[in-house]
């Protein structure tokens, strides 16, 4: 049996006692469940792509939910309840991407509490970061309508009241990227950077500052997160400080092979 395979088995042990779940019970398939059992039928139709990308999923939010578990117990509490509560894949989405923004934020050793409406309220009030996801529904997607399901998110939360120059929007895009792919089309993170850069520097968001994320796997079977950060010309200087020490700027070549379908 591979290394990986031995890997994902005990990355699901610890998922299941970190969140207190049971996976593949009875009734309605949870997420997470969902994606513990593709692991184990991709690996049986020797569909060793597809299984590994699975498993970083899989791996990666076990190892953010050990980051939230050092850093404050009670935080992995609320997380855990919130799990527990998820219908959907939307609902999961949305959890996922405060579970990852969580992490970062723990390891970094900034101040920060979990809120509501803005989802993290960092150094007592001095900066937040709103969390979502973009979801492309269509199995035939194309670059103008991918482009537009971006935008739209943003514009969405740009109307809510946490809107301003001290808040961040943190998105997970992962399913975007896959649908870029998908296409075909050079949709490349420059174009999608500039657009949103647009739409900033004209005040049609008052975001200080936006983020995509996504999962990705690289060549050598490795997965890791990544995000696409722009910042407003009037984000708040409290904001900036905080987002160079968790989120600091910098790209770098993945040697992407695959994105998945989804976070």
């Given at each position: 049996m591979d290394h990986a395979f031995l890997t994902a088995c005990a990355c699901i042990v610890q998922l299941s006692e970190l969140l207190n779940m049971r996976f593949g019970s009875a009734g309605k398939p949870h997420p997470i469940s969902t994606s513990t059992q593709r692991i184990?039928?991709?690996?049986?139709?020797h569909d060793y792509e597809q299984r590994d990308l699975e498993i970083g999923k899989v791996c990666?939010?076990?190892?953010?939910?050990?980051?939230?578990?050092?850093?404050?117990?009670?935080?992995?509490?609320?997380?855990?309840?919130?799990a527990h509560r998820v219908r959907n894949w939307e609902e999961y989405f949305g959890w996922r991407m405060e579970v990852n923004v969580a992490a970062t934020l723990s390891r970094s050793g900034v101040r920060f509490c979990k809120s509501e409406s803005p989802d993290f309220t960092l150094n007592d009030g001095e900066a937040f970061i709103e969390c979502g996801s973009i979801h492309y529904s269509s199995t035939r997607p194309k670059g103008e309508t991918i482009i537009r399901k971006v935008l739209q998110a943003i514009q969405a939360k740009s109307r809510k009241p946490y809107c301003q120059e001290a808040a961040a929007l943190a998105l997970d895009a992962t399913n975007i990227y896959w649908a870029i792919k998908k296409t075909g089309d050079a949709i490349q993170n420059t174009e999608l950077r500039q657009l949103i850069q647009v739409l900033l520097d004209n005040g049609d968001s008052a975001f200080g500052s936006v983020m995509l994320f996504g999962y990705f796997m690289r060549l050598d079977h490795t997965f890791e997160s990544d995000y696409l950060r722009i910042d407003s010309p009037q984000i708040a200087s409290s904001l900036k400080a905080l987002l160079n020490r968790c989120f600091p700027w910098g790209e770098h070549s993945?040697?992407?092979?695959?994105?998945?379908?989804?976070?």
């Open positions: 184990f039928a991709y690996h049986n139709k990666m939010l076990t190892m953010h939910l050990r980051d939230i578990q050092t850093h404050d117990s009670e935080l992995l509490a609320h997380f855990r309840k919130r993945t040697g992407v092979a695959w994105s998945p379908h989804q976070g």
